[in-house]
């Protein structure tokens, strides 16, 4: 007998050009097999039918709740009195809370599933199962952050840190169960509770998958560029790994690949440094390039790009940081850098050797498929949801 399962998300999970968006998008796809999905989306961008299209494929009801700016404007003033993490406060709205929650009551499912601290408040106090998905370690991303910041940012950051580890613990009290994306994430949330269960990402690999083509770049770095993790990894890459290439390799070219404000990047726009901007097929991105470089040293959870670039055979050199969720073998399917001189050392390493190249290309393939698997990710979580 099909199960009811009703899913609450901040953000809808369509077009797959975001992290929360791309995991709940195939949590879906994958739940939708066997049970009944009735979806629940906060929305603070419009949805076009396209993409609402696509969503309705796979659940019985979607229903779309409008944030408007100058309620988001009034409900992160509420959070700030009422100690609540900001990104708590800018997606929480009492009147929609409301109708989600008379919806919910009405359909009376198995399971009510929520995705972020976003969405906590929203589904906490419902007299259903509840299991809520942290995704990733909050907390940690904001010290890392705090640490990576100048005076006003940094106050800011170190302050919601603080105020997000506490939401955090309630939120592993307040519901029936909850996930999360790594052995690491938990480790910084709760290492030894039996409630908080690790529900990796995946890579559709055979998507995924290389296709010979001419490498136009040396270097590629692709993502939601108005991340911040990832528009401070840019940064880096711009001010200081690229200079030190462009004086050992006077032919190096790099692309940058993701949606942002182009105004963010322009003034590192040279004959080295390309921004490609958002790609409608992120693979001929990859395909084009001979190595994948992820310099990020703020940020938590399992960084979506990189199962990508290895599933297409592309080499990588990361930051210890994003290896800690992927868990790969250094030196043998990726390679680690933790400043701009050993990042250098590391391209100029894999550039000047093609046959180091193949066999990180075969490795790190080997590697996504062996652990990487969505299907097996989201049978974990249809376990927790379902049993």
């Not at 009510?112 to 007299?127: E, F, H, M, N, S």
């Amino acid at each position: 007998m099909r199960k009811k399962i009703a899913i609450v998300l901040s953000r809808f999970p369509y077009p797959l050009n975001k992290g929360d968006k791309l995991r709940a998008y195939h949590q879906i796809v994958f739940l939708s097999k066997e049970n009944d999905i009735y979806l629940y989306c906060l929305n603070d961008e419009k949805v076009n039918k396209h993409d609402f299209d696509e969503m309705n494929k796979f659940c019985v009801e979607v229903q779309l709740f409008e944030l408007k700016k100058r309620t988001i404007a009034w409900n992160l003033t509420l959070s700030f009195l009422k100690k609540l993490p900001a990104q708590v406060g800018y997606f929480f709205d009492a009147g929609i809370q409301k109708k989600i929650e008379a919806s919910i009551l009405e359909l009376k499912p198995d399971v009510v599933y929520g995705q972020l601290a976003r969405t906590a408040l929203y589904i906490k106090d419902l007299p259903f199962k509840r299991v809520i998905d942290f995704q990733d370690a909050f907390s940690t991303n904001y010290i890392r952050i705090a640490e990576n910041s100048t005076f006003f940012k940094k106050l800011f950051y170190q302050r919601e840190s603080k105020l997000m580890k506490s939401f955090e613990q309630n939120m592993l009290s307040w519901f029936d169960a909850s996930t999360i994306i790594s052995d690491f994430d938990k480790g910084q949330i709760a290492k030894e509770n039996k409630h908080l269960m690790v529900v990796s990402n995946g890579v559709d690999t055979h998507y995924f998958s290389s296709t010979p083509k001419e490498k136009k770049f040396d270097l590629l770095f692709c993502g939601n560029l108005s991340y911040l993790p990832n528009k401070n990894a840019v940064i880096f890459l711009c001010e200081k790994i690229a200079p030190l290439l462009i004086d050992k390799i006077p032919t190096i070219k790099i692309n940058i690949v993701g949606g942002s404000s182009q105004t963010d990047f322009k003034k590192y726009e040279s004959n080295y440094i390309h921004f490609a901007g958002w790609v409608d097929d992120v693979r001929t991105a990859y395909n084009e390039t001979k190595l994948f470089v992820a310099p990020l040293f703020t940020g938590a959870g399992l960084q979506n790009k990189l199962l990508e670039a290895m599933s297409m055979q592309v080499p990588c050199v990361a930051s210890s940081i994003t290896n800690a969720s992927l868990k790969a073998t250094e030196n043998k399917q990726v390679l680690i850098a933790n400043n701009e001189y050993e990042f250098v050392e590391k391209i100029i390493q894999l550039l000047n050797d093609e046959h180091l190249q193949n066999l990180f290309k075969i490795n790190a393939r080997t590697f996504v498929e062996e652990n990487y698997s969505w299907d097996k990710a989201n049978q974990i979580l249809e376990n927790v949801l379902l049993k």
